[in-house]
């Protein structure tokens, strides 16, 4: 019997590449964008896949939904870190078209994942 890990959990590799994603481009901005949006943005979008490791690693079904539900945080903050960059001109229109995206389908990733905890978990 193979035991489900991290990596076949379709929320954390999808986050986690999201997050690979914003690194690459916040990398190249300048400093002044990388010290005062860039490292914010990429702090968000990192909690997501972050959290989702967290909980994974707890071991009541309480613990591991609570950081479920605590990468929905860092989604909202990330989708708010993309509009400024949009606004600032520091994303290319596809960059944030696939950012917002990505943040508008990662919540029915994890909430498959909190489901398939609640069903999978006694306790």
Known sequence: MKYLELNDTSAYKKSLA???YVWDIVIKWDWFAKKTVGSQF???VDSISAN???GFGRYGKKDKIKFYYYSFGSIK???DWNEKSKVRKLLTSE???HIL???QNLPIEIHQLIKFTNEKLKK
Do not use: C, G, P, R
């Open 95 to 97: 960059e944030y078209a």
């Open 42 to 44: 990429v702090e968000a």
């Open 52 to 54: 989702i490791a967290e």
């Open 101 to 103: 995206k990505e943040l």
């Open 77 to 79: 903050e990330s989708l």
């Open 18 to 20: 999201l997050s690979n």
